[in-house]
Nanobody, 125 residues
């Protein structure tokens, strides 16, 4: 049974930083794809950052140069380092896992079978 657990969310002021963690059990994060998604109130869930088995990393345009996704195979954990936060980054952030190693669809919601419960990120101006 695959379990995905996020942590690290919280409140931060505009310009600040947060690091989200996603720890997985029942699945090795370096054998498939891992991604972060977010959903703001009244908006659809969107892909933020993803990494596949071959270390291909992809970011949404809105977070490029501000967010960094990394993977620690020994801890079976992926991280999302978020810097330069703005109120537009306020959302529930979800971690997702897939046994497939995606490229073109790395940030597509339908590519992922296993999801965490989410962690809230709130950025105030």
């Amino acid at each position: 049974q695959v379990q995905v657990v996020e942590s690290g969310g919280g409140s931060e002021q505009s310009g600040g930083s947060l690091r989200l963690s996603c720890t997985v059990s029942g699945f090795s994060v370096n054998t498939g794809s891992m991604a972060w998604f977010r959903q703001a109130p009244g908006k659809e869930r969107e892909g933020v950052a993803g990494i596949n088995r071959d270390d291909l990393t992809m970011y949404a345009d809105s977070v490029k140069d501000r967010f960094t996704l990394s993977r620690d195979n020994a801890k079976n954990t992926v991280y999302l380092q978020m810097t330069g936060l703005t109120p537009e980054d306020t959302a529930m952030y979800y971690c997702a896992a897939s046994r497939g190693s995606w490229e073109r669809f790395l940030l597509r919601e339908q590519s992922y079978k296993f999801w965490g419960q989410g962690t809230q990120v709130t950025v105030s101006s």
